[in-house]
Protein backbone atom coordinates (compact mmCIF):
# COMPACT_ATOMS: atom_id res chain seq x y z
CA UNK A 1 0.00 0.00 0.00
CA UNK A 2 1.28 3.44 -0.98
CA UNK A 3 0.28 6.96 -0.15
CA UNK A 4 -0.33 8.72 -3.29
CA UNK A 5 -2.24 12.20 -2.60
CA UNK A 6 -2.67 14.31 0.34
CA UNK A 7 -5.43 17.19 0.81
CA UNK A 8 -6.88 19.46 2.82
CA UNK A 9 -10.59 20.76 3.58
CA UNK A 10 -11.29 23.98 5.99
CA UNK A 11 -15.02 24.06 7.08
CA UNK A 12 -15.21 25.63 10.54
CA UNK A 13 -12.50 22.95 11.92
CA UNK A 14 -9.37 22.00 9.48
CA UNK A 15 -9.22 18.40 8.14
CA UNK A 16 -6.16 16.42 6.73
CA UNK A 17 -7.18 13.39 4.32
CA UNK A 18 -4.15 10.89 2.75
CA UNK A 19 -4.83 8.83 -0.39
CA UNK A 20 -3.75 5.33 -1.09
CA UNK A 21 -3.27 3.55 -4.59
CA UNK A 22 -5.93 0.87 -3.14
CA UNK A 23 -9.25 3.18 -2.52
CA UNK A 24 -8.64 3.53 1.63
CA UNK A 25 -8.35 6.99 2.69
CA UNK A 26 -7.73 8.25 6.15
CA UNK A 27 -8.70 11.68 7.97
CA UNK A 28 -7.60 13.78 10.28
CA UNK A 29 -8.29 16.88 11.97
CA UNK A 30 -5.65 19.40 13.30
CA UNK A 31 -5.91 22.33 16.04
CA UNK A 32 -4.52 25.44 13.99
CA UNK A 33 -6.01 27.01 11.42
CA UNK A 34 -5.74 30.35 9.63
CA UNK A 35 -3.38 31.76 7.43
CA UNK A 36 -0.51 29.04 5.59
CA UNK A 37 -1.95 26.12 7.62
CA UNK A 38 -2.89 24.25 3.84
CA UNK A 39 0.08 25.22 2.10
CA UNK A 40 1.96 24.08 5.46
CA UNK A 41 0.71 20.79 4.88
CA UNK A 42 0.79 20.91 0.81
CA UNK A 43 4.89 21.34 1.63
CA UNK A 44 5.09 17.89 3.37
CA UNK A 45 2.92 15.81 1.46
CA UNK A 46 5.95 15.34 -1.45
CA UNK A 47 8.00 13.36 1.39
CA UNK A 48 5.03 10.97 2.17
CA UNK A 49 4.20 10.06 -1.47
CA UNK A 50 4.92 6.39 -2.09
CA UNK A 51 5.44 5.53 1.75
CA UNK A 52 3.15 2.69 3.10
CA UNK A 53 0.57 4.36 4.85
CA UNK A 54 0.46 1.93 7.99
CA UNK A 55 4.72 2.98 9.24
CA UNK A 56 3.07 5.62 10.75
CA UNK A 57 5.81 6.30 13.18
CA UNK A 58 8.21 6.50 9.86
CA UNK A 59 5.46 8.46 8.37
CA UNK A 60 5.49 11.35 10.66
CA UNK A 61 9.73 10.95 11.87
CA UNK A 62 10.26 11.09 8.60
CA UNK A 63 8.76 15.14 8.26
CA UNK A 64 9.77 16.33 11.38
CA UNK A 65 13.33 15.70 10.80
CA UNK A 66 12.92 17.54 7.65
CA UNK A 67 11.43 20.33 8.74
CA UNK A 68 13.24 20.92 12.04
CA UNK A 69 15.03 22.65 9.57
CA UNK A 70 12.60 24.94 8.24
CA UNK A 71 12.45 25.73 12.11
CA UNK A 72 9.37 23.79 12.49
CA UNK A 73 9.81 22.67 16.27
CA UNK A 74 6.07 23.68 17.35
CA UNK A 75 3.63 25.77 15.83
CA UNK A 76 1.29 25.31 12.97
CA UNK A 77 3.93 23.02 11.40
CA UNK A 78 3.60 20.88 14.21
CA UNK A 79 -0.08 21.05 13.83
CA UNK A 80 -0.33 20.45 10.40
CA UNK A 81 1.73 17.38 11.03
CA UNK A 82 -0.11 16.12 13.72
CA UNK A 83 -3.35 16.17 10.83
CA UNK A 84 -1.66 13.95 8.81
CA UNK A 85 -0.81 11.72 11.71
CA UNK A 86 -4.29 11.52 13.11
CA UNK A 87 -5.49 10.76 8.87
CA UNK A 88 -2.29 8.09 8.64
CA UNK A 89 -3.98 6.50 11.75
CA UNK A 90 -7.45 6.10 10.43
CA UNK A 91 -6.02 5.26 7.31
CA UNK A 92 -3.56 2.19 9.04
CA UNK A 93 -7.10 1.02 11.33
CA UNK A 94 -9.30 1.07 8.15
CA UNK A 95 -6.35 -1.07 6.16
CA UNK A 96 -6.15 -3.57 9.11
CA UNK A 97 -9.99 -3.53 9.45
CA UNK A 98 -8.93 -2.44 13.42
CA UNK A 99 -10.36 0.71 15.43
CA UNK A 100 -7.20 2.85 15.92
CA UNK A 101 -7.25 2.06 20.03
CA UNK A 102 -5.72 -1.81 19.23
CA UNK A 103 -2.97 -0.33 16.87
CA UNK A 104 -1.97 1.89 20.12
CA UNK A 105 -1.74 -1.40 22.44
CA UNK A 106 -5.36 -1.96 23.33
CA UNK A 107 -7.51 0.12 25.26
CA UNK A 108 -8.02 -0.05 28.96
CA UNK A 109 -11.57 1.72 28.88
CA UNK A 110 -14.61 1.67 26.32
CA UNK A 111 -15.74 4.91 27.13
CA UNK A 112 -13.77 7.91 28.00
CA UNK A 113 -14.98 10.90 30.65
CA UNK A 114 -14.88 14.19 28.76
CA UNK A 115 -15.22 17.62 30.89
CA UNK A 116 -16.94 20.33 29.55
CA UNK A 117 -14.91 23.72 28.90
CA UNK A 118 -18.16 26.29 30.01
CA UNK A 119 -16.11 29.39 29.78
CA UNK A 120 -18.27 31.88 32.21
CA UNK A 121 -21.97 32.55 32.57
CA UNK A 122 -24.70 31.28 35.31
CA UNK A 123 -22.89 28.85 36.82
CA UNK A 124 -26.26 27.16 38.52
CA UNK A 125 -27.83 27.13 34.93
CA UNK A 126 -24.68 25.99 33.43
CA UNK A 127 -24.24 23.17 36.39
CA UNK A 128 -27.94 22.03 35.24
CA UNK A 129 -27.27 21.21 31.84
CA UNK A 130 -23.93 19.72 31.85
CA UNK A 131 -25.11 17.69 34.59
CA UNK A 132 -28.26 16.68 33.07
CA UNK A 133 -26.48 15.33 30.03
CA UNK A 134 -24.23 13.34 32.26
CA UNK A 135 -20.56 14.92 32.91
CA UNK A 136 -18.89 14.74 35.88
CA UNK A 137 -16.58 17.33 35.15
CA UNK A 138 -16.82 20.95 34.15
CA UNK A 139 -13.96 24.03 33.80
CA UNK A 140 -14.10 27.30 34.35
CA UNK A 141 -12.17 30.82 33.09
CA UNK A 142 -11.04 33.07 35.54
CA UNK A 143 -8.83 35.38 33.93
CA UNK A 144 -10.33 38.66 32.49
CA UNK A 145 -7.55 41.16 30.72
CA UNK A 146 -10.13 43.71 31.09
CA UNK A 147 -11.35 43.53 34.61
CA UNK A 148 -11.59 46.90 35.97
CA UNK A 149 -9.90 46.08 38.92
CA UNK A 150 -6.61 46.04 36.58
CA UNK A 151 -4.25 48.23 37.51
CA UNK A 152 -2.33 47.58 34.34
CA UNK A 153 -3.43 45.45 31.60
CA UNK A 154 -0.31 44.53 30.53
CA UNK A 155 1.60 43.97 34.09
CA UNK A 156 0.71 40.38 35.21
CA UNK A 157 0.42 41.01 38.85
CA UNK A 158 -2.90 40.82 40.51
CA UNK A 159 -3.52 43.13 43.28
CA UNK A 160 -5.68 43.03 46.16
CA UNK A 161 -9.20 43.56 44.30
CA UNK A 162 -8.51 41.23 41.51
CA UNK A 163 -7.58 38.51 43.40
CA UNK A 164 -10.65 39.16 46.10
CA UNK A 165 -13.12 39.07 42.51
CA UNK A 166 -11.23 36.03 41.32
CA UNK A 167 -11.44 33.97 44.77
CA UNK A 168 -15.22 35.06 45.48
CA UNK A 169 -16.35 34.09 41.66
CA UNK A 170 -14.04 30.57 42.53
CA UNK A 171 -15.94 30.44 45.89
CA UNK A 172 -19.23 31.68 44.34
CA UNK A 173 -18.79 28.68 41.47
CA UNK A 174 -18.22 25.87 43.83
CA UNK A 175 -21.39 26.78 45.85
CA UNK A 176 -23.39 26.65 43.11
CA UNK A 177 -22.10 23.04 41.92
CA UNK A 178 -21.72 21.75 45.08
CA UNK A 179 -18.89 19.81 46.70
CA UNK A 180 -18.72 16.53 44.81
CA UNK A 181 -17.97 17.90 40.86
CA UNK A 182 -14.87 18.14 39.40
CA UNK A 183 -13.79 21.21 38.76
CA UNK A 184 -10.81 23.17 36.92
CA UNK A 185 -10.19 27.00 37.03
CA UNK A 186 -8.20 27.90 33.86
CA UNK A 187 -5.91 31.34 33.81
CA UNK A 188 -4.60 31.36 30.77
CA UNK A 189 -0.93 31.66 31.41
CA UNK A 190 -2.13 35.78 32.48
CA UNK A 191 -0.03 36.31 35.60
CA UNK A 192 3.50 36.50 37.15
CA UNK A 193 5.10 33.96 39.39
CA UNK A 194 4.08 35.77 42.88
CA UNK A 195 0.23 36.22 41.63
CA UNK A 196 0.53 32.61 40.31
CA UNK A 197 1.18 31.61 43.77
CA UNK A 198 -1.10 33.86 45.71
CA UNK A 199 -4.32 32.74 43.28
CA UNK A 200 -3.47 28.96 43.98
CA UNK A 201 -3.00 29.52 47.72
CA UNK A 202 -6.09 31.24 48.11
CA UNK A 203 -8.18 28.23 46.28
CA UNK A 204 -6.97 25.65 48.10
CA UNK A 205 -9.34 24.86 50.19
CA UNK A 206 -11.93 24.52 46.54
CA UNK A 207 -10.58 20.77 46.38
CA UNK A 208 -10.11 21.47 42.41
CA UNK A 209 -9.51 19.18 40.22
CA UNK A 210 -6.83 21.65 38.90
CA UNK A 211 -6.02 25.02 38.59
CA UNK A 212 -4.53 25.50 34.97
CA UNK A 213 -1.89 27.40 33.57
CA UNK A 214 -1.25 29.99 36.29
CA UNK A 215 1.57 31.47 34.83
CA UNK A 216 2.89 31.79 31.16
CA UNK A 217 4.15 28.72 29.23
CA UNK A 218 8.07 29.21 28.76
CA UNK A 219 9.52 29.04 31.95
CA UNK A 220 9.44 25.68 33.64
CA UNK A 221 11.28 26.77 37.18
CA UNK A 222 8.92 29.62 37.64
CA UNK A 223 5.69 27.31 36.93
CA UNK A 224 7.62 24.58 39.74
CA UNK A 225 7.78 27.31 42.04
CA UNK A 226 4.11 28.28 41.71
CA UNK A 227 3.13 24.62 42.26
CA UNK A 228 5.62 24.20 45.46
CA UNK A 229 3.43 26.85 47.11
CA UNK A 230 0.45 25.31 47.65
CA UNK A 231 -1.82 22.23 47.70
CA UNK A 232 -3.57 23.14 44.68
CA UNK A 233 -3.36 20.92 41.78
CA UNK A 234 -1.80 22.91 38.45
CA UNK A 235 -2.00 21.52 35.20
CA UNK A 236 -0.62 22.59 32.13
CA UNK A 237 0.50 21.99 28.66
CA UNK A 238 -1.52 22.99 25.84
CA UNK A 239 0.76 25.29 24.80
CA UNK A 240 3.90 22.75 24.55
CA UNK A 241 5.08 20.60 21.48
CA UNK A 242 6.27 17.15 21.11
CA UNK A 243 7.41 14.89 23.42
CA UNK A 244 10.14 17.16 24.15
CA UNK A 245 8.18 19.97 25.26
CA UNK A 246 7.12 17.89 28.00
CA UNK A 247 10.33 16.69 29.43
CA UNK A 248 11.23 19.29 31.05
CA UNK A 249 7.97 19.74 32.51
CA UNK A 250 8.24 16.08 34.11
CA UNK A 251 11.79 16.01 34.72
CA UNK A 252 11.34 19.03 37.25
CA UNK A 253 7.95 17.90 38.52
CA UNK A 254 6.76 21.26 37.95
CA UNK A 255 3.17 20.12 36.80
CA UNK A 256 0.30 18.33 38.86
CA UNK A 257 -1.40 16.73 35.91
CA UNK A 258 -0.75 17.41 32.25
CA UNK A 259 -2.67 18.27 29.35
CA UNK A 260 -1.54 18.00 25.79
CA UNK A 261 -3.68 19.23 22.66
CA UNK A 262 -3.71 16.13 20.63
CA UNK A 263 -4.36 17.47 17.42
CA UNK A 264 -1.83 20.04 17.86
CA UNK A 265 1.10 18.72 19.25
CA UNK A 266 1.93 15.70 17.56
CA UNK A 267 -0.72 13.38 17.70
CA UNK A 268 -2.04 9.84 18.45
CA UNK A 269 0.90 8.61 19.05
CA UNK A 270 3.06 10.69 20.37
CA UNK A 271 0.49 11.81 23.14
CA UNK A 272 0.38 8.16 23.95
CA UNK A 273 4.36 8.90 24.67
CA UNK A 274 3.85 11.73 26.42
CA UNK A 275 1.27 10.25 28.84
CA UNK A 276 3.45 6.84 29.32
CA UNK A 277 6.02 9.57 30.31
CA UNK A 278 3.80 11.42 32.93
CA UNK A 279 2.44 7.81 34.02
CA UNK A 280 6.32 7.12 35.59
CA UNK A 281 6.13 10.45 37.48
CA UNK A 282 2.27 9.34 38.65
CA UNK A 283 1.12 12.27 37.12
CA UNK A 284 -2.30 12.41 35.51
CA UNK A 285 -3.23 13.07 31.20
CA UNK A 286 -5.87 15.30 30.75
CA UNK A 287 -5.85 16.53 26.99
CA UNK A 288 -6.36 20.03 26.14
CA UNK A 289 -9.98 19.91 23.33
CA UNK A 290 -10.76 22.93 21.76
CA UNK A 291 -11.40 21.31 18.46
CA UNK A 292 -14.37 19.54 16.83
CA UNK A 293 -16.15 15.90 17.19
CA UNK A 294 -13.24 14.53 14.74
CA UNK A 295 -10.72 15.32 16.75
CA UNK A 296 -12.77 14.54 20.01
CA UNK A 297 -13.01 10.83 18.74
CA UNK A 298 -9.48 10.77 17.76
CA UNK A 299 -8.52 11.82 20.85
CA UNK A 300 -10.35 9.62 22.69
CA UNK A 301 -8.40 6.51 21.09
CA UNK A 302 -5.58 7.67 23.08
CA UNK A 303 -6.90 8.24 25.83
CA UNK A 304 -8.35 4.88 25.89
CA UNK A 305 -4.66 3.17 25.44
CA UNK A 306 -3.35 4.77 28.29
CA UNK A 307 -3.89 4.00 32.33
CA UNK A 308 -3.06 7.38 34.13
CA UNK A 309 -6.10 8.89 31.28
CA UNK A 310 -7.93 11.68 33.67
CA UNK A 311 -10.44 13.76 31.27
CA UNK A 312 -10.85 14.85 27.91
CA UNK A 313 -11.75 18.35 27.07
CA UNK A 314 -15.04 19.16 25.49
CA UNK A 315 -15.43 22.60 23.52
CA UNK A 316 -18.67 21.82 21.90
CA UNK A 317 -21.44 21.52 24.49
CA UNK A 318 -23.20 24.73 23.66
CA UNK A 319 -22.96 23.65 19.73
CA UNK A 320 -26.63 22.49 19.03
CA UNK A 321 -26.53 19.18 16.15
CA UNK A 322 -22.88 19.29 16.03
CA UNK A 323 -22.26 15.82 16.62
CA UNK A 324 -23.80 15.14 13.33
CA UNK A 325 -20.61 16.07 11.31
CA UNK A 326 -19.67 12.70 12.16
CA UNK A 327 -21.20 9.88 10.57
CA UNK A 328 -21.12 6.81 12.82
CA UNK A 329 -23.15 3.37 14.42
CA UNK A 330 -24.52 4.26 17.80
CA UNK A 331 -24.05 7.72 19.63
CA UNK A 332 -20.87 10.00 19.65
CA UNK A 333 -21.49 10.65 23.16
CA UNK A 334 -23.33 9.19 25.98
CA UNK A 335 -23.61 10.04 29.19
CA UNK A 336 -20.52 12.64 28.93
CA UNK A 337 -18.35 9.75 27.55
CA UNK A 338 -16.86 9.28 24.52
CA UNK A 339 -18.45 5.73 23.40
CA UNK A 340 -15.69 3.61 21.66
CA UNK A 341 -16.43 0.56 19.62
CA UNK A 342 -15.08 -1.87 17.46
CA UNK A 343 -15.22 -0.15 14.30
CA UNK A 344 -12.26 0.23 11.92
CA UNK A 345 -10.27 3.19 11.72
CA UNK A 346 -11.08 6.05 14.30
CA UNK A 347 -14.75 4.57 13.70
CA UNK A 348 -16.51 7.28 11.95
CA UNK A 349 -16.55 9.42 8.61
CA UNK A 350 -17.45 12.86 8.39
CA UNK A 351 -20.68 13.79 6.73
CA UNK A 352 -19.29 16.01 4.11
CA UNK A 353 -23.17 17.47 3.60
CA UNK A 354 -22.80 18.96 7.17
CA UNK A 355 -19.00 19.90 6.53
CA UNK A 356 -20.32 21.68 3.67
CA UNK A 357 -22.74 23.29 5.21
CA UNK A 358 -20.52 25.06 7.43
CA UNK A 359 -18.57 27.27 4.46
CA UNK A 360 -20.15 30.71 3.77
CA UNK A 361 -22.13 30.41 1.41
CA UNK A 362 -20.49 32.14 -1.47
CA UNK A 363 -18.28 28.77 -1.22
CA UNK A 364 -20.32 25.94 -1.09
CA UNK A 365 -20.43 24.68 -4.57
CA UNK A 366 -16.66 24.45 -4.69
CA UNK A 367 -14.47 21.44 -3.89
CA UNK A 368 -14.33 20.52 -0.18
CA UNK A 369 -10.77 18.57 -0.86
CA UNK A 370 -8.08 19.87 -2.35
MG1 LIG B 1 -6.47 26.46 28.92
Redesign the pocket.
Known amino acids: MKITDIKTCEARFGYVRVYTDEGVYGTGELSHQGAGWRQIVDSMKPILLGEDPRDVDMCFEKIRRAFIFRGAMSGHAVSALTGIEVALWDLAGKAQGVPVYRLLGGKFRDRVRLYVDCASGDYTETYRKVTDAGFTAMKFDLDDANRPEKVDRWNWTVHPAELEVIVSEAFEIREAIGPHMDLGI ?1 L ?1 GRYDAVAGQKIAMALEELDLMWL ?2 PVPPENIDALAKVKAASNTPICVG ?1 NAYLRYGFREILEKQAADII ?1 PDISKCGGLSECRKIANMAEIYYVPFAP ?1 NNSGPLSTLADAHTCASVPNFLALEYHRFRDEGMEQILDKDGPFIDSGHVVLTEADGLGAELNEDVVRSMLPEGERDAELWR
Open positions: DHEEEMH
